[in-house]
């Protein structure tokens, strides 16, 4: 069985991200979503991990081979413990491709056994992060365009500052 990885931070996870599990799913036997410890967002957090796993449950119901996990340790040991061929990621544009080919070359260190596999956003969702949704939200803009509809009161209601100026 082919297992791949989508490892993220998911907070919140978009439809820029729905939309690169779904087409995972299509390639591999197995898909898990693994909501994962970014050291760089420690501090910036809207969602609990447990939090934005449902959500994550929530919007991937109907794909049958996907699934949904967390890990507070390296992604290398957890594709080793779960015998993931594959880290499956989304890239957006020329500034996202630094960093990824950056963590792309450690995994491969870490864990010779499985490939990065990139996925080109598609076009609509070029310029969609999870920080440009909070943003938008917190001030009470329409985030309807960014995240999947199931999810969207969950998100308006954290997010939006009700006493901002
Ligand atoms: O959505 P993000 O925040 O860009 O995802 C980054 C993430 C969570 C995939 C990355 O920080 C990660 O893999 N964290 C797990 C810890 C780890 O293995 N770090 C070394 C990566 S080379």
Redesign the pocket.
């Known amino acids: 069985m082919r297992i791949a990885v989508c490892?993220?931070?998911?907070d919140p996870v978009t439809k820029g991200h729905l939309d690169i599990i779904e087409r995972a799913s299509r390639l591999f036997d197995k898909v898990i979503v693994l909501v994962?410890?970014?050291?760089s967002?420690r501090t910036t957090a809207a969602f609990t991990i447990e939090e934005r796993m449902k959500l994550i449950m929530r919007v991937t119901e109907g794909m049958e081979n996907v699934l949904v996990d967390c890990?507070s340790?390296?992604?290398?040991d957890y594709l080793e413990q779960t015998g993931a061929c594959a880290i499956v990621k989304g890239l957006r544009a020329v500034s996202d491709f630094e960093y990824e080919f950056q963590?792309a070359l450690?995994?491969k260190k870490l864990y010779p056994k499985a490939e990065t596999v990139f996925l080109t956003t598609s076009t609509e969702n070029m310029y969609l992060s999870s920080s440009v949704v909070k943003e938008i939200a917190s001030l009470g803009g329409d985030i309807s365009g960014f995240v999947p509809p199931e999810i969207l009161d969950d998100i308006k209601e954290r997010l939006f500052l009700k006493d901002h100026k």
Do not use: D, T
Request: net charge positive.
């Open positions: 490892p993220g931070s998911f994962s410890f970014n050291p967002k890990n340790g390296l992604l290398a963590m450690a995994n």
